[in-house]
């Protein structure tokens, strides 16, 4: 088992470029003097997104005293990746906040035939950066040591047809032991051209889900799966 | 396998309060004819909200001419049950729509020590009457044929201590297939009485989560085991 995440480890956990000289950004410096009431000499974890991190004392220079030797997590050895759809009005952020806390290692957007929204580039771009900072306050609450991959935005019949991906399908069997990547359609289902791209089908349970909550269905599945649950005992 | 959804049946699910002379009410109907703009004649399936369901066809007077006859979903034997901490501030909203598609059968709002939240009778009835319209519209929305129980607010203390219920900790063992309830504990954490009122702990994964993921995360995993999955394969 492979814990990407630092739970039971003292204090607030915070993102830096060098786990050599530790430097808060003054965002990240803000939270943790102000909401978190953090004192000089207080203690925490810090990591560089990638799999290091080391134990730190806390101090209001933003200069964090570093404690002991950096540490890493390996990698999974497969990627956990949930893709999902983009759907006019819905709340992306919500899913990606999840995922990322949940422990999955790959967020892919989809845009999906029936997904309405079409975004150009510079819309694309803003949003991107708005979901990299997301994922980034999700990972620092969670206290992962790896950042999830953001990849944003994709055509779901390009996404669909790679090996490996299945496609969540009411009906179809259950997330399995060997279960790596999941993309969930939107709100009005896959269109016919992408059913046929989809290779294999799995199915995130017996109700009917919203497409947020599928998603967030299969990063909880995904990452059990991993863990070596079994869903095929019926 | 029992499956209180009925996913892949035809148009919309509404709830009536008698299958034998369907009446929807304005809400709804309101909701049919503008947002999901049924015609007269479109087939949908209408449910009391106890388990017993029927096919009929929408009309605009809000009166479901009915087909075929009531069919009956049996409940299942050990009810899954899902108790999280009212945080001030997060969104038990989310939760409880969540918990409801997902296919729990029993929501537990609870009070926790760390709860802060501190509510009077008044504001805690008019919750109530706000939460379960919520359990019921996420149950049109994922079909299901028995609305969830909804009990609140209930103090933490005393729903820890009942036999069955295991108190969400980290590193503590996977839920497992015998697995019925879940209790979650507010952002920060079970208080020292609490835990000490704790028979049986679980564990939700590797990652640290936000009440409210947990709270999402316990419903799809006891869903999954009561289906039959096993999370002790490590």
Redo the contacts between chains.
């Keep these: 088992?492979?814990?990407?995440?630092?739970?039971?480890s003292a204090g607030p956990h915070v993102f830096v470029d060098s786990l050599d000289a530790m430097v808060v950004d003054e965002h990240d410096l803000a939270h943790l003097s102000k909401s978190l009431r953090m004192r000089d000499g207080d203690p925490l974890t810090a990591s560089d997104g990638k799999g290091a991190w080391r134990h730190g004392r806390f101090d209001s220079s933003g200069i964090i005293e570093p404690e002991g030797t950096v540490q890493r997590v390996e990698a999974r050895e497969e990627q956990l990746t949930v893709a999902f759809s983009l759907v006019k009005g819905n709340k992306p952020e919500?899913v990606i906040q999840?995922l990322t806390?949940?422990?999955i290692d790959r967020i892919v957007v989809l845009a999906a035939e029936r997904s309405i929204v079409k975004w150009d580039h510079t819309k694309v771009e803003r949003n991107h950066e708005r979901w990299k900072r997301i994922i980034r306050e999700a990972a620092m609450?969670?206290?992962?040591v790896r950042l999830p991959e953001l990849t944003a935005v994709v055509p779901a019949l390009e996404w669909l047809a790679q090996p490996g991906v299945a496609g969540a399908h009411?009906?179809a069997p259950?997330i399995g032991?060997a279960s790596r990547s999941v993309a969930i359609g939107p709100e009005g289902g896959w269109a016919p051209s992408e059913v046929g791209a989809i290779v294999e089908s799995v199915s995130l349970?017996?109700?009917?889900?919203?497409a947020e909550?599928a998603a967030?269905?299969a990063g909880?599945?995904l990452?059990?799966a991993a863990?070596?649950?079994?869903?095929?005992?019926?």
């Design positions: 088992m492979i814990r990407d995440g630092l739970a039971g919500l999840k806390e949940i422990g609450q969670s206290h992962r009411f009906g259950e032991v349970g017996d109700t009917v889900l919203r909550t967030i269905a909880v599945l990452c059990a863990r070596g649950a079994r869903f095929d005992g019926r």
